[in-house]
Structures are given as structure tokens and as C-alpha cells.
């Protein structure tokens, strides 16, 4: 694809989505903590600072916000499993990317975080129910989403990001 923004696409819902895409969702996120610790081992602290597009985040960024954004998401899972359809807060991923923690803390760390958020998500998301795939947060922009959609969004979220630094890697 040609657009660096958005090197694997936009993410698109199927409908029905069935327990194998809910199957293979999760093997995506089971997957990304080791494709994204391989995909920069051996990286550069310059390697980290290049930004995957002109005027987009550096690849050092993009490490440190996959494990704030799914944690955001784990956080959301909990919430919908425990609450009757809760509104979320959003949260500013622009200003999170701009916070100093980011540039001062080696990709090392989020690296962990992300295997160890991923390692609990996954026992969760595994022990699921047909009933529970359909319970549901409301973003406060984008409206109610059921969990199932949820999945196959940050699976997708994973992917993108990962390509973002392959993609860079390679170029």
C-alpha cells in the first residue's frame, strides 16, 4: 500500500464475525510482543528516532504507544466484562507519544510491558464466552462497541504498528 500511514489498510469489521476471526485475533496478539521485540532487535538509538513517515511518529514512539494503547484497550475489556455497557475515557495518544517517559525510557521496558499485557489479555480473551464477545463499552466519539469488534480492531492495531517499523526497517 502506498499510504505510510496505513501500510496493511483500514481495519474492516466482517459481519458475521465468527469464533475463527476471533481465533485468529488472538493469535495476533498472542504473536505481536515477539514480532514487535524482533522487529527492532538491533535497532539504533538513531534507528529508533527515524520516523516511519515524514511527519509521523518516530519507530521509538510507536514502541512505547502500542503497550499504552492496549493497556487502554485491557482496561476497556475489564470494564465492558464487569459493567452494563460503560463509557469509556479516551484518551490523547498524540500527547501520550509527546510525554518525556517515551524519549527517556529504553523501547526495552515497553517491550516487557507489552509481553506481560499481552500474556494476561490473552488468558482473558481466551476465556470468553459467545455472550460475553457481545457485551459492549461506548467510546465516547465512536460510540458502543462489542468486544468481539474490540478484538479484530487491536489485533489489526498490532499489525499496523508492526508493519510501521518493518516497513521502515526495510526501507
Known amino acids: 500500500m502506498s499510504d505510510l500511514r496505513y501500510p496493511i489498510g483500514l481495519f474492516e ?3 458475521p464475525i465468527t469464533p475463527d476471526h476471533l481465533g485468529a485475533w488472538i493469535d495476533a496478539i498472542e504473536a505481536l510482543p515477539d514480532q514487535m521485540r524482533a522487529a527492532v532487535a538491533g535497532l539504533s538509538d ?17 514502541v512505547h504507544h502500542v503497550p499504552d494503547s492496549h493497556l487502554n484497550s485491557y482496561v476497556r475489556f475489564k470494564w ?5 455497557e460503560p463509557t469509556i475515557k479516551a ?6 507519544a509527546e510525554l518525556p517517559d517515551v524519549a527517556g ?8 510491558l507489552l509481553g ?6 490473552v488468558v482473558l480473551l ?4 459467545e455472550a460475553d464477545w457481545q457485551r459492549r463499552f461506548v467510546h465516547p466519539a465512536s460510540g458502543p462497541m462489542p468486544l468481539a469488534e474490540a478484538a479484530g480492531r487491536y489485533a489489526w492495531h498490532g499489525r499496523h504498528h508492526l508493519a510501521h517499523v518493518t516497513t521502515t526497517v526495510g526501507r
Open 13 to 15: 469489521a466482517p459481519d
Open 46 to 62: 538513531a534507528d529508533l528516532d527515524t520516523p516511519y513517515r515524514p511527519g509521523g511518529w518516530t519507530l521509538r514512539q510507536v
Open 80 to 84: 465492558a466484562l464487569t459493567e452494563a
Open 91 to 96: 484518551y490523547d495518544e498524540v500527547g501520550w
Open 105 to 112: 525510557t529504553p523501547v526495552e521496558v515497553s517491550l516487557d
Open 116 to 121: 506481560a499485557l499481552h500474556t494476561r489479555w
Open 126 to 129: 481466551r476465556s470468553l464466552t
